[in-house]
Structures are given as C-alpha cells and as structure tokens.
C-alpha cells in the first residue's frame, strides 16, 4: 500500500493562497490607477468593478485556506468546522457576484462600441463642416471680389471715358501748343489710357472667377453631399436613398458653389418632409449632360408659390430668407445649366437639375 | 332602548374572510406541517457551491469569448485578459472536479503521521490519486490571476487614449 505526504500539498496551498492574496492587490492597485485615469470611461469602471469581484473571491478563498491550516495546526480544528461553512458560503456568494458583474460585459461591449460609432460619425460631420465653411467662404470671398470690382468700374468707367474722349479731341485739336503743354497732355492721355484698362480688368474679375472651373465628378460630389445630411434626415425619420449613375457624370465646374448648391436643395427636402417621408436622389447621363434628380413624397408646394420660388426674398417660411433657391439657380445658371421644380402627380416634389459637361471648352483651355 | 343590531353586508364581508383566510391560517399553526420554511440540509451547501463554480466557470468563457469576438481582441492586453479568463474558467472545472472527490473520497484513506496530524494519505485507490492532484488547483489558478494582473499592468502603462477604452484598438 502506497502513502503520501500531504505536506507537499498543504505547501502549495498556503504559497498559493499568499500569492494570490499578493496578485489580487497588484491586480486592484492597477485597476485602480486606470479608473482614476478616466472615470468617465464605461469599460474602465466595468473593468474596476469585475476586479473587485475578483479581489474579494481571493481574499475570502485565501484567507479560508490559511485560517483552515492555521486552525489545524494549532490542534483548533472544532474551530474551523464551525467557520468552515462561513467561509465556503462566502465564497459562493463572490462566485455569483462576479457572474451577476460578467452578464453586463455585453452591454458595456455594445455601449462602447455604439459610443466609438457616435464619436466617429461626429468627427466625420465635423471634418465636412468644417470643409463647408471653407468652401462657402470662399464662394463668399468670390463674390465679395467679383460685386465690388464691378461696382468700381461702374462708377468709374463714365467719368473716366468722358475725360479721355475729351482729352484725345484736345490733343488732335491743339497743334500750336507749347512743347511743354504737349508733354503734359502726353502724360495726361496715357495716365487715362492706364485708368482705361483698369477697368476693363475690374469688369473681366467675374469672367476670371470662370478659371475656378475645373473637372467635378458629379457623382461623388452628390454622394460627399447625401452623406452629410443623412444624419439629418434619419433624425426626422426621413428615408434618404442615393442612386448614382453607372457611369462617371465629370463635368467643368466650380467644386465649392455646385456643393453649396446640392446641400441646399438636399436640405430644403428635408425640412419639407416629415417621418415616414422619403427623398430619393438618383444621377443619370441624359442627352443634354449630366442630370440629377431629388424626388420625395412630402407635402409638396401650392402652385401660387412655386411661380414664385426663385425669386429673391421670396419665402413662406418665418425667418427664412429667401435668397437660397435664387442662389440655388444663380450657381446653376453660372454652370450654364437648367434647375426646374415640379410638384409630383401623387405627391411630393421633384427637383430637375441639368447640368452641361462643358468638357471640350475644359480641354481646349 | 334600542338592541344593536349587525348590517347584513357587514356580515357577509366577515363570513368571506374567515371562509378563505382560516385555512391558511390553520396551516401556519399546525407546527407538524409547516410548509411555509424549507429546510436546509448539509449537501445543499456543497450544491450552491457547486453551482456557483458552473456559473463562474460560465461568467468567465462569455467574458473570455465577447471579448475574442470584439475589437478589443486586436489589443495584446485584452487577449491576456482573456487568457487569464479561460484559465479561471478551467479551473473552476478542476475545482468542481476536486469537490466530487473530496466527496468520493474514504476518510479511512487519511491517516495520522508522527506529528499527530492526520498528513497522511493512503492511496488505495485511483480516487485517491485523483484526489492529490486536483488538491492543486493554485497551479490554475494563480497563472489566471498572473495573466490578468499582466493585462491590466499593459493597460495602466499605455496612453490614456488606449488603454481599457476601444478608442484606438489598433
């Protein structure tokens, strides 16, 4: 018959109870220290709460081990008997609690993860408004530059002409003049000749804004456009779709106003519609060129207003200024294309926009 | 002088009461049947024991598993939490194992040593043998914690940024 020590195995159990009992308190000493880091942090906290779970387990599983081993040493095993349900009851009740703590990884999981989605959308809208504002700056700026070189040369373009017409007549007329007035009115002319070409270039500033036109892939300046509002539209229960063509739709224009353009069309829909709504958006190569149309199923517009509806400071909405349609169409008609509205015969609107490629005139310059 | 006299709905409202209630109430008197408390026998504590390891055996492979199955897997530090979850489910395995044993096992089999101690096993049967072995769990146990202990010290000493948070899970 084979005997065994237990010593061996007493050995290890109370060298693995003190150990455990010294990890546990490295374990939540770490913990510790990454809560403190961020509170506000859901996997943090949920992390920190499981630790303790697991730090009160190897303080009850560990101090039972090395009470049960002091107590039978010191020839008090009565004593133990009686502790011994105690401690093993206790146990049970940290084995439950770390699985109650468990169940809510999950949730934590789905949380974060739904919170780094959030954070990520938002960095993405932000990063395109941010873009927005650059380009409607700049559209801004343009036209700033374009109206007041052109009200310059408005307003100096008569007086200028009158003197220099004058000028050339006295200078054909005037042949006994002194050298001397001659060279003066030499002077004279070509200052005003100067003048002269200042305001044709200040009349030339808007044609010049006509160089900002470059290739555009209409397709994904359509979808640059659905995606920023789509965030929009599903906060009000609106279905947004966008169907592009098959093909690429490029076409010669300015980037920075044909998106302002999109967006204030793709937002009126919106604000038209309600939940239950939708707004379909689908890209096509007609004949004529590149076309877009925005179809969806809100009220519609009454007809006494939508002989109306690109006129400046038109508008039936309270605070609303009723430049952004006219501009819509202003940035339309700059492209030399075509932009018609059109109430739908069940219900809703479809907005028609026909923009020409203008490839050839790209190419040639 | 006038006699007192019941109201018939009075009455009829007492009737009811006793009707249902003095069953019940004779059942809660009666000590030789007393329903109303279960009583607790000695095995039952080693069940909810037992119980407890399946659910902690079961709290730590969901942990171990969502946890592969997230992106928190492309962290090295998750992936020791996670190892450390599976040895801590393991071992709650080799525990409920050793209880069965510790069951199983003849008291006879222990026998006392020159010290007076009872530090002796007879190893009569494979039981016996089974028995030693898995008195030995810390050597499950103490890896799970080391690994665990591991991921957190791997998380603390990253950037605030990616540390327990998925905000940069590469």
């Known amino acids: 018959m084979t005997h065994i020590s237990l010593y061996p195995l007493w050995g290890i159990d109370i060298v693995g109870s003190l150990a455990m009992l010294f990890l546990s308190s490295l374990c939540l000493r770490q913990v510790l220290i990454l809560y403190k880091r961020d509170r506000e942090d859901a996997l943090n906290t949920y992390l920190m709460w499981l630790i303790i779970a697991l730090f009160v387990f190897c303080i009850f599983r560990s101090l039972g081990h090395l009470v049960k081993h002091l107590l039978v040493f010191s020839d008090h095993s009565d004593i133990w008997a009686r502790i011994a349900p105690l401690s093993g009851g206790l146990n049970t009740v940290t084995f439950v609690v770390i699985f109650a703590v468990t169940l809510f990884f999950r949730n934590v999981l789905i949380f974060m993860n739904r919170m780094t989605s959030d954070r990520v959308r938002i960095e993405t809208t932000s990063r395109q408004l941010l873009s927005l504002n650059q380009d409607i700056e700049s559209v801004v700026s343009d036209r700033t530059r374009a109206e007041m070189a052109l009200n310059l040369a408005h307003e100096i373009r008569n007086p200028v002409m009158i003197i220099g017409g004058l000028l050339r007549r006295m200078y054909r007329t005037a042949s006994d003049e002194s050298e001397q007035g001659q060279k003066y009115q030499q002077e004279i002319k070509h200052q005003i000749d100067q003048l002269e070409s200042l305001v044709a270039g200040l009349e030339d500033i808007q044609s010049v804004s006509q160089d900002h036109f470059k290739t555009v892939e209409l397709n994904e300046l359509l979808r640059d456009a659905v995606e920023m509002v789509q965030p929009e539209a599903e906060s009000k229960g609106i279905e947004m779709s966008y169907q592009p063509s098959t093909t690429k739709l490029p076409l010669k224009g300015n980037q920075q106003y044909l998106k302002v353009a999109l967006l204030h069309l793709l937002r009126n829909g919106i604000e038209a519609c309600s939940v239950g709504n939708y707004i379909k958006i689908t890209t096509e190569l007609s004949r004529q060129g590149p076309l877009v149309l925005i179809r969806d199923d809100g009220p519609g517009i009454p007809k006494q207003v939508l002989k109306h509806i690109f006129e400046p400071f038109y508008s039936t909405r309270d605070g609303a200024t009723g430049l952004g349609l006219p501009y819509v169409r202003q940035i339309i008609k700059e492209h030399r294309g075509e932009i018609r509205i059109t109430n739908n015969k069940e219900k809703g609107i479809t907005v028609e926009l026909r923009i020409p490629s203008h490839l050839n005139e790209l190419q040639e310059k | ?170």
């Open chain 2, 1 to 170: 002088m006038t006699a007192k006299t019941i109201h018939l709905p009075a009455m009829k409202h007492l009737v009811i009461f006793f009707t249902f209630w003095s069953p019940l109430f004779l059942v809660a008197v009666i000590p030789t049947s007393a329903f109303a408390l279960q009583t607790h026998a000695a095995p039952e504590g080693l069940y909810v024991h037992q119980i407890g390891h399946v659910l902690f055996a079961i709290a730590m492979f969901g942990f171990a598993l969502r946890i592969r199955r997230s992106r928190l897997n492309k962290q090295k530090s998750w992936r020791l939490m996670s190892v450390g979850a599976i040895l801590f489910a393991l071992w709650n395995g080799w525990a409920f194992i050793g209880h069965i044993l510790a069951m199983l096992i003849s008291k006879g089999d222990f026998s006392r040593g020159s010290d007076g101690l009872k530090s002796i096993l007879v190893l009569n049967s494979p039981i016996d043998v089974l028995y030693y072995l898995f008195k030995m769990d810390h050597f499950l146990c103490f890896p799970a914690l080391l690994f665990i202990y591991l991921a957190l010290k791997r998380m603390t000493a990253q950037p605030a940024d990616s540390a327990g948070s998925e905000k940069n899970p590469q």
